[in-house]
């Protein structure tokens, strides 16, 4: 599905709505379906649609910025995919996406969990302020009207949400095209537990005019709270939408496919999954599962890439992980605390002390129609991005340099 796009203005958004003081209400209900069917909902649903159905642009590009691109006015497009975790580390993910010898070069930025008007990102407009920052004109889209702080520690943060809005984003150096959205199923209920939320999440579609040639571009965030046919799913739905599209581009996909091995729709699921892996062997699983998520757990959704003409083993830096667990991350147990029980924290440590306490999963992926690897390039994980001792976000960026096949 299709949404309204709308320019920024710089004072004011699109987005902005005076809908906060009714969070508390909202956020009263224990699942979708009961809200929905209140009359708070019918008085609300006007505005709440208008501001979840909108795709926000504008344009920061220049001829100054897009020297600065990789590939100049040649014929490689250098792109990024990155989950940069709500944008908490704002302002070292912009001097990182300015500054790092690899991230700075980009021509198209596929950016996924971006905050606007969130206590826990200090209600930056967070796609804005790296458009802004980096001279590149972009598009978000919001895909969850949050009610309450976020989940875990999230929840203790000082100030009170302006907006409530979180969504994804696409980014450019050269002008974007049909720029639209495309909403995609929930995985679970958003308003059962103790993070409530109204949407789904909503993939940002462009086109790209690079000196190369036009493209298409999709950042694109799989449901992590989902099973594994969920979230092939999503992707088949996405890929329905790109078949009716036209003009037929290249195209890339890119982002946080959350592909995790598991079934996490549910608590119970995945920690009967954990169980599982335990059985197969910690080893055997973080060896050969975990970093190879398209070998067995997840098949379906890269064989359905494959039979689509999408290519993705060459795209990727195969096997190399792109988020990590370490049991000892105190912040990340509070988050994980809200919807597993405690009881399974010292059965993980147990599982992983001779790893240890480490794992690691390889969630964030490219996909491609009609394009393919730069000569004498190859696709990467950029890991370690620190400041300060701090990490930038809980996921890696990956980073590829793609032509157009002839």
């Known amino acids: 599905m299709s949404h309204t796009i709308e320019p920024e203005t710089g004072a004011a958004s699109p987005l902005d709505h005076q809908l906060t003081p009714r969070f508390p209400a909202l956020a009263a209900f224990d699942s979708t379906k009961t809200l929905l069917a209140s009359p708070l909902y019918r008085e609300l649903r006007p505005e709440i649609e208008r501001v979840l159905d909108h795709v926000v642009r ?3 590009a220049t001829p100054e910025t897009r020297t600065q691109s990789a590939s100049g006015a040649g014929n490689a497009v250098r792109a990024t995919a990155w989950n940069i975790e709500r944008g908490k580390q704002l302002p070292g993910i912009i001097r990182a ?7 700075r070069g980009s021509d198209v930025l596929l950016l996924t969990e971006l905050d606007y008007g969130m206590a826990r990102t200090a209600n930056a407009h967070v796609a804005r302020e790296i458009a802004r920052s980096l001279g590149m004109n972009y598009a978000f889209a919001s895909c969850y009207l949050a009610l ?7 929840a203790d943060v000082e100030g009170e949400n302006e907006l409530g809005l979180h969504g994804n984003a696409l980014f450019s150096r050269y002008p974007l095209r049909r720029v639209h959205a495309v909403s995609l199923p929930n995985g679970k209920d958003k308003m059962a537990g103790k993070e409530k939320r109204l949407g789904q999440q909503r993939a940002v579609v462009a086109d790209i005019a ?4 036009e493209f298409r571009a999709v950042s694109l965030h799989l449901d992590a709270h989902s099973t594994q046919r969920h979230r092939h799913r999503q992707m088949r739905l996405i890929l329905d939408h790109l078949e009716a599209l036209t003009p037929r581009l290249p195209t890339l996909i890119g982002g946080d496919w959350n592909t995790s091995t598991y079934n ?3 608590a119970v699921y995945s920690i ?3 169980a599982r892996r335990v059985a197969m062997g910690v080893g055997n699983v973080v060896r050969n599962h975990y970093p190879y998520p398209e070998r067995w757990f997840e098949r379906q959704l890269f064989r359905e890439l494959e039979r689509r003409g999408y290519a993705y083993r060459e795209l990727n830096a195969l096997g190399v992980c792109t988020l990590h667990y370490d049991v000892s991350d105190a912040a990340v147990n509070t988050n994980m605390g809200d919807w597993i029980p405690q009881w399974c924290f010292p059965f993980i440590e147990w599982a992983l002390k001779k790893h240890e306490g480490r794992c690691s999963l390889k969630l964030d992926w490219f996909a491609g129609k009609e394009i393919k690897l730069a000569p004498d390039t190859r696709p990467q994980v950029v890991g370690e991005l620190r400041e300060g001792g701090v990490v930038l976000s809980d996921h890696d960026p990956i980073v590829l340099d793609l032509v157009f096949e002839s």
């Open 58 to 60: 504008e344009d920061f």
């Open 210 to 213: 690079h000196p190369a040639g």
């Open 272 to 274: 009967l999954g954990y």
């Open 97 to 103: 996406l300015k500054g790092h010898p690899v991230l």
């Open 148 to 154: 309450n702080k976020g989940s875990g520690v999230e």
């Open 264 to 266: 996490s729709r549910r």
